[in-house]
């Protein structure tokens, strides 16, 4: 029994054909339980000897039963697996996307903006010369409105979603205060709004220049705002974006839709290499009486300020990167870094 069990354990494949071959061994009706049943009849004085020999085969066969057991439970397991996983190869590049550097910093800006009751504006990136300069007070002589500096459309262009006021031409939008107009256009004071958004200007690229890059205008319009409201405003993105021992001063500038205008400057100890240097951030000022007369809001009523900025600057200030077109070059080294 013993020799046959040995002979036929090592070539079971499946439990079924297991469990029908251990009955035919332990089973009630098997080869080795019949042998128990027949010690018996063994004479007395073989009984021991008999014995033995019968505890020998059921160890003997309970090891062969014990074995192939295994051996099933090691296939099943494997087949559950699958095929062989070798842990210490590399993973596979899951090539997660990140959110750009550019992204990055105009959210924390808007979001910062939101916090203090500002609501987030849009709009197009076509435009029209009325809503890019006209309505904003900027003379048809100004050489923001020269070919040099913007991108204009060809005049058999239809743009179907921008609204012209006369039959001005299209172009690509070359600040975000284009946004000022529309939104009190479409809105009554109080306004409170950021616009964030990208513009393009016919400049030349380098370091600091791009002919596509994004600015955030800001805008507030109800009664009695004053200058001073412009500058604690200011004050506190500058600390929150820049450091809490950061500092800003106005300079007196100007703009055609503001008045007075300025150029706001400042400087923080917390910004390493750039600390305790005045940088210049954005253009500011009160809303000039011509652009609400231009959106139907009363000036002797309302007042309001105005101030835009680039996201790119700011980006390049809190980032320490030195050359703005690294912005646009997708390469994944550098957009790696701001993960
Ligand atoms: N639009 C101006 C620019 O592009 C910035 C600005 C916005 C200045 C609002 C004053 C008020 O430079």
Redesign the pocket.
């Known amino acids: 029994i013993v020799a046959g069990v040995r002979e036929k354990a090592p070539q079971i494949a499946t439990r079924a054909e297991f469990e029908s071959y251990k009955a035919t061994i332990s089973g009630p009706k098997g080869s080795l339980t019949e042998v128990m049943k027949g010690m018996g009849k063994v004479p007395k004085e073989d009984k021991p000897a008999m014995g033995k020999l019968i505890n020998e085969a059921k160890t003997a066969v309970t090891a062969e039963f014990k074995a192939v057991v295994e051996r099933l439970e090691a296939a099943e397991l494997a087949a559950k697996l699958g095929p062989d996983i070798d842990p210490s190869l590399p993973s596979p590049d899951l090539n997660r996307g990140t959110i750009h550097p550019i992204a990055q910093v105009r959210d924390e800006m808007v979001n910062l903006f939101r916090r203090i009751g500002f609501s987030v504006a849009e709009a197009t990136e076509v435009e029209t010369e009325h809503y890019c300069f006209d309505a904003l007070n900027i003379p048809s002589d100004h050489p923001a409105r020269d070919m040099q500096d913007s991108y204009y459309l060809p005049e058999e262009l239809k743009v179907g979603n921008v609204s012209k006021h006369v039959d001005e031409k299209y172009l690509l939008r070359t600040?975000t205060?284009t946004v000022q107009i529309r939104t009190m256009l479409e809105e009554e004071p109080p306004i409170r709004i950021v616009a964030p958004g990208r513009c393009f200007r016919r400049d030349t690229p380098d370091a600091t220049h791009s002919a596509n890059f994004h600015?955030i205008?800001g805008l507030y319009v109800d009664k009695d705002v004053s200058l001073m409201d412009l500058k604690a405003t200011l004050d506190h993105f500058v600390k929150t974006i820049f450091g809490p021992k950061a500092k800003t001063r106005l300079r007196p500038s100007f703009?055609p839709?503001?008045e007075p205008?300025f150029e706001m400057d400042f400087f923080s100890p917390d910004l390493g290499k750039l600390s305790n240097k005045w940088l210049e951030i954005m253009?500011?000022?009160m809303v000039d009486p011509e652009v609400f007369k231009a959106v139907n809001i009363d000036p002797d009523v309302y007042t309001g300020y105005?101030?835009?900025m680039g996201i790119e600057r700011i980006a390049m200030i809190l980032q320490g990167v030195d050359d703005i077109r690294y912005y646009y070059q997708n390469d994944v080294r550098f957009l790696k870094q701001f993960a």
Do not use: L, V, Y
């Open positions: 600040h205060s600015q205008e703009f839709f503001t205008s253009g500011c000022g105005a101030f835009g």
